[in-house]
């Protein structure tokens, strides 16, 4: 289902399993915190939600058609939802990325510095949550950490899934991989890892500089290579 949240114009998708059948429900936009009201009496695939903007205070939904407000149900469901439940964030112009790291210090950091950055960022609750994600959205930026969900870089089933895929898919998104073999800035073990970039954990403080430097260096290799295709006639 897509919802539009009237206060600040963001347009969001969540998936029809996260909200409850049958009931008028209402969630706070993860953007600006304003409430939504959604209705889902009406068939799912053929709604829409609008911000709460009734005179006196109450829930009002479009109906499936968009021609006109009607009042849902006087019984209300308020339903918290975090950003991480939502499957896509539909703005223009943004940029997802992904934290796959079990480590709450590294995810908060991390959160940060992609925020500075320019990135809107989920957590992976797990090999399975994260898995789940990229299937359903796509990020412009990866983070996997060794151990991720008990796991090491092998056995990981969210890298195994980066490397199997498409090169004209792989090629738009930039993975960073974060662990204690690593030498930070390792090209050739990057290569081999189907990475754009490697961290030791150890430099984990220095990850804004870390990042920053090679997304930069990525989009200048990326415009070189697409300015390459575009004179061969392949774009």
Sequence with gaps: MEIFCQSCKARLKIRDDKLPDDKAVQIKCPKCNSDISVNTNTPKENHEASHKASNNGGPFDLDPKGSSLSKPSAEVQTVEMSMDEFVDFLEEGLQRALICDDDQSNQALLKVTLKELGYWSSIGGGPSDALEKMRFTHYDLVVLNDGF???SLSENPVLNYIQTMPITTRRNIFVSLI?????????????????????????????MTILKSSISENERFYAVFHEILDSAGRV
Aim: no cysteine.
């Design 179 to 207: 662990g204690p073999q690593f030498r930070t800035y390792d090209n050739m073990t990057a290569l081999s890892e189907s990475a754009n970039v490697v961290i030791n954990q150890k430099d984990m403080p220095n990850i």
């Design 149 to 151: 969900g008990g796991l």
